[in-house]
T-cell receptor, first 113, second 115 residues
């Protein structure tokens, strides 16, 4: 699976949008981009995933550049409960079945009042 | 649904003792994963099962570690004998199948301390 690069930490003001970047310059055509987060003392939680189109769900939006070498996770109105470590993961698709989740170091997002 | 259930939440044991961690996956999920998390190494995949069969245990650190899944609703991770460097949080996760695109559901973890 391709390696991802994320900033180790970011701050965001409560109520503002949090934009978390991820570089995956060696991503191949059959690899999806996944985002998980881990709130302190809890297990990781699935947020969103995408292949090349932008995606949105009730938790976040995922913007993938046209060349797919980077992506941004957007939390539109961050709250204190969004303080967590956010992991960007690329995961190969074997034609309907995907490789395992391999976690990197992630970005520690701190939402401040 | 109660989600993935792990027990115990916390375990403190002495070096050399046997430790057994337990996991109940979400009903209907066919794949189960064991991860370990430490400050130094982050989240590491230890082993995973498809339909109760171990598929890849290359992440298991040593022969002291073993995992079983006797049926679709229960799995164990055993460490025998335990050592202080095994201290970590151990997570179990399940998914509809190994490659399910909607991702994995993780349990709350077992925090193991070996003294």
């Amino acid at each position: 699976d391709a390696k991802t690069t994320q900033p180790p930490s970011m701050d965001c003001a409560e109520g503002r949008a949090a934009n978390l970047p991820c570089n995956h310059s060696t991503i191949s055509g059959n690899e999806y981009v996944y985002w998980y987060r881990q709130i302190h003392s809890q297990g990781p939680q699935y947020i969103i995933h995408g292949l090349k189109n932008n995606e949105t769900n009730e938790m976040a939006s995922l913007i993938i550049t046209e060349d797919r070498k980077s992506s941004t996770l957007i939390l539109p109105h961050a709250t204190l409960r969004d303080t967590a470590v956010y992991y960007c993961i690329v995961r190969v698709d074997y034609g309907g079945s995907q490789g395992n989740l391999i976690f990197g170091k992630g970005t520690k997002l701190s939402v401040k009042p | 649904d109660a989600g993935v259930i792990q027990s115990p939440r916390h375990e403190v044991t002495e070096m050399g003792q046997e430790v057994t961690l337990r996991c109940k996956p979400i009903s209907g999920h066919n794949s189960l994963f064991w991860y370990r998390q430490t400050m130094m190494r982050g989240l590491e995949l230890l082993i995973y099962f498809n339909n109760n069969v171990p598929i890849d245990d290359s992440g298991m650190p040593e022969d002291r570690f073993s995992a079983k899944m006797p049926n679709a609703s229960f799995s164990t991770l055993k460490i025998q004998p335990s050592e202080p460097r095994d201290s970590a949080v151990y997570f179990c996760a399940s998914s509809l199948r190994q490659g399910a695109k909607n991702g994995y559901t993780f349990g709350s973890g077992t925090r193991l301390t070996v003294v």
